[in-house]
């Protein structure tokens, strides 16, 4: 196997926006924040954000899971856009050498999982040390028209495609918690279906199963390599420094 050294961090919308909105609502404290977390990291880094109340109302306002609108489609685009920008340009100001990837431009989807994404761009930015900072996006589907693609279909794609040593998956949560509230310090396809009672939907709008979806994308991905991914708490302030650090933190998410 060859070692890159990529690492893979992606930031929940539920941490950089107001979730509870129903428009575009960034938390502009907990994006600088952040990116002063990542300024210094000296490894190769791709950075997904979610969506937040940047992505998911849209979705849900338009209806389209399932249903294939233009202008809802152009409007969710813009959105999410909109947010990527004020991530891009807030990780630049800190010092971070980021770069703008968006899905709706490189990617082909099938049913809704990723068909074909073109990847030439965020090699080549890795290799000349740019951080490439992809999204929640809507993308061309070839069943649908367009659908909704999420970050945490992203993730695992890249880990797997880039061959990514070390993924994290920042989230407000502490991490996936139990019925008691307590973080499940490690779930695999051996114990999860002892816990996925435990899982859910999120709190908020999110029209791409919240935690549950998030759990079941990340054992697909150790179920097709043996990497190990991390759900934990992005909105403690250091817990994004302590994972580029090379800290465990919250879940595991591993194969067996
Ligand atoms: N067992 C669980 N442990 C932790 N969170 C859970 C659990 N079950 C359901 N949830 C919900 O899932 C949410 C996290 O998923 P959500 O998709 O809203 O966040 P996100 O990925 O950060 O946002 P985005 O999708 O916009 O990037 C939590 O805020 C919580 O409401
Ligand atoms: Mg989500």
Known sequence: MDHKNITILKIGG??????SANDGAAKMDEIKRIATEITGFEG?????HGAGSFGH???KRFGLTGKFDHMGSIITHMSVRKLNTIVVENLNSAGVNALPVHPMGCVISEDTRIKDMFLGPI?????????PVLHGDMVMDTMYGSSVLSGDQIVPYLAIKMKADRIGIGSAEEGVLDDKGKVITSIST??????????GESANTDVTGGMLGKVL???KLSEQSNSTSYIFNASNAGNIRDFLKGKNIGTAISGT
């Open 14 to 19: 539920s941490v950089i926006t107001d979730k």
């Open 44 to 48: 190769k880094l791709i950075i997904v």
């Open 57 to 59: 109302p849209q979705v």
């Open 190 to 199: 051996g114990n999860f279906n002892k816990l996925k009672e435990y899982l």
């Open 123 to 131: 090699k080549e930015m890795l290799d000349n040390g740019f951080v």
């Open 217 to 219: 994308e990340l054992l």
